[in-house]
């Protein structure tokens, strides 16, 4: 069966993922560092973990397995869901792949560098209509495929 998980804490397409579980008849985990509120249905399951720095994205990678979907804007939760042979898609609606996921890796190690050493760069786009949609697109082709694994 398939479950999706919800790297909660400043993920904006939370109402996207409940509507569409709720079509497909699936379980979903919300995993945050604190309370927050999720709809009171019996197939929304909300999970709070420690606080620190990586608790929800360990809980998170402990339990994703093939079959499953991973919603995260964490690029290194993503590569640990797909080699535990999950699908991974950012709140923006880029799944995370085997073919792409080395090179969003680079890029994050390259920006940490940078300001590590004081320079200022540009923090994500802002979250758009298109990227809600494009969410929705792919959430529901990413349980289309799960669905069938």
């Known amino acids: ?42 197939w929304i399951t909300l999970t709070v973990v420690e606080a620190g720095a990586d608790a ?24 640990r869901s797909l080699k535990a042979g999950a699908q991974a898609l950012h709140p923006n609606g880029k799944a995370f792949t085997a073919q792409n996921i080395g090179s969003a890796l680079a890029s994050r190690s390259i920006g940490e560098h940078l300001r590590s050493m004081g320079e200022i760069t540009r923090g994500p786009a802002p979250f758009t209509a298109a990227d809600r949609s494009r969410f929705l697109q792919a959430l529901d082709a990413a349980v289309g495929r799960a669905r069938r694994a």
């Open 1 to 42: 069966m398939t479950t999706i998980y919800v790297d909660a804490d400043a993920c904006p397409v939370k109402d996207e993922v409940y509507r569409v579980a709720e079509r497909y008849g699936l379980a979903v985990f919300v995993v945050s560092n604190s309370w927050i509120r999720v709809p009171r249905v019996s």
């Open 56 to 79: 929800a994205d360990d809980w998170i990678a402990e339990r994703a397995v093939v079959g499953d979907v991973v919603i995260t804007a964490d690029i290194p939760l993503a590569e």
